[in-house]
């Protein structure tokens, strides 16, 4: 009887812990970093960036959008539901990775201001 109430208890703190950690993994945000701190060491790692886009390629199923800020370029490729234009400042979320042109952002979400 003992066990069994010593292992419910378990359970639940267990349950709570991760319900804890899922909450607070979809709050926290990426640190905002300007574009000339990414370097390699950075790969799959999630970051937030402010900038101007300068440059759109459209794909098939996405975009390609170049964006500078006052230290640097670098790529980004989003899969955007509504139009995104040359021009716009945004702030883009999302993951660094490294491509054969070099390194370039995920994007997870953008947002136009």
């Known amino acids: 009887m003992q066990q069994q109430t010593l292992f419910r208890i378990s359970l639940i703190i267990a349950l709570i812990g991760i319900f804890f950690l899922l909450v607070l993994a979809n709050v926290q945000k990426p640190k905002q970093v300007k574009i000339e701190e990414i370097d390699d060491k950075m790969a799959d790692k999630k970051v937030t960036i402010q900038g101007e886009i300068y440059k759109v390629e459209d ?55």
């Open 59 to 113: 794909k098939q199923d996405f975009q390609i959008l170049s964006v500078s800020d006052m230290t640097g370029v670098i790529d980004i490729t989003c899969n955007c539901k509504e139009k995104i234009e040359k021009d716009q400042k945004i702030i883009a979320i999302g993951t660094i990775k490294k491509s054969k042109y070099g390194l370039e952002i995920l994007a997870d979400k953008i947002i136009r201001i």
